[in-house]
Nanobody, 126 residues
Framework: VQLQASGGGLVQAGGSLRLSCAASGRIVRIDDMAWYRQAPGKERELVATVANGGGTKYTDSVQGRFTISRGTVKNTWYLQMNSLKPEDTAVYYC?????????????????????WGEGTQVTVSS
């Protein structure tokens, strides 16, 4: 399983960016898709999650500005970030949890591991 994140960049305060994540591999189902971020000198924090049923959760600081969604293409998800602030500057990581995958022998396996993308830099200038 591999996750590939994209869409970061440099934007002025008040601007918007859309991050994308695509998971590849013999994935049958992903229960929880999420975005985390890590700013310099700070711990990685959870930004938003979307469950398989569509339920979403956000950290307070992005509520009302960011929207997480599952894509129409299987095993893709997005983070639409509006009204960006300098404090949103961080490396953003996509995360997948609760995967059901097929082995080479076509056996379904459910695991509780966390899978991570490499991260994409978001920089918001004031």
């Amino acid at each position: 399983v591999q996750l590939q994140a994209s869409g970061g960049g440099l934007v002025q305060a008040g601007g918007s960016l859309r991050l994308s994540c695509a998971a590849s591999g013999r994935i049958v189902r992903i229960d929880d898709m999420a975005w985390y971020r890590q700013a310099p000198g700070k711990e990685r924090e959870l930004v938003a999650t979307v469950a398989n049923g569509g339920g979403t959760k956000y950290t307070d600081s992005v509520q009302g500005r960011f929207t997480i969604s599952r894509g129409t293409v299987k095993n893709t998800w997005y983070l639409q970030m509006n009204s960006l602030k300098p404090e949103d500057t961080a490396v953003y990581y996509c995360n997948a949890h609760g995967l059901t995958t097929l082995t080479e022998m076509d056996v379904l396996v459910v695991d509780g591991m966390d899978y991570w993308g490499e991260g994409t830099q978001v920089t918001v200038s004031s």
